[in-house]
């Protein structure tokens, strides 16, 4: 009884790893800043295809993971960016002039 117990727990834990894994897309974009909304963290991007995340050529809002960087930068200038995909919420991390 004790070992199928303790084969019930490990399964869990294993796909709880799977899961928590799989619930987090990351890849690197390049993109113009079009807004950036210092109250909320957010800065809107035009970037080009994202293809680790599915996403085509777009505009679209971005939570900033560091809003510090956000002070740094304007609206016009061209940017590489992590981006960042966790259940349906879409953020960036790193963001660098080009």
């Keep these: 009884m004790k070992i199928q117990k303790l084969l019930a727990v490990t399964g869990l834990v294993i796909m709880g790893l799977v899961f928590s ?20 963290n957010k800065i809107t991007i035009r970037h080009s295809e994202i293809k680790e995340l599915d996403m085509p050529p777009m505009t679209m809002v971005f939570v900033a993971k ?6 740094n930068l304007a609206p016009g200038d061209t940017i590489v960016f992590e981006a960042f995909e966790a259940n349906g919420q879409y953020s960036v991390g790193k963001i660098q002039k080009k």
Excluded at 21 to 40: F, M, P, T, Y
């Design 21 to 40: 894994q799989s619930a987090l897309a990351q890849a690197l974009g390049e993109g113009v800043i079009r807004r950036i909304d210092l109250e909320n």
């Design 66 to 71: 560091q809003p510090a960087q956000l002070k």
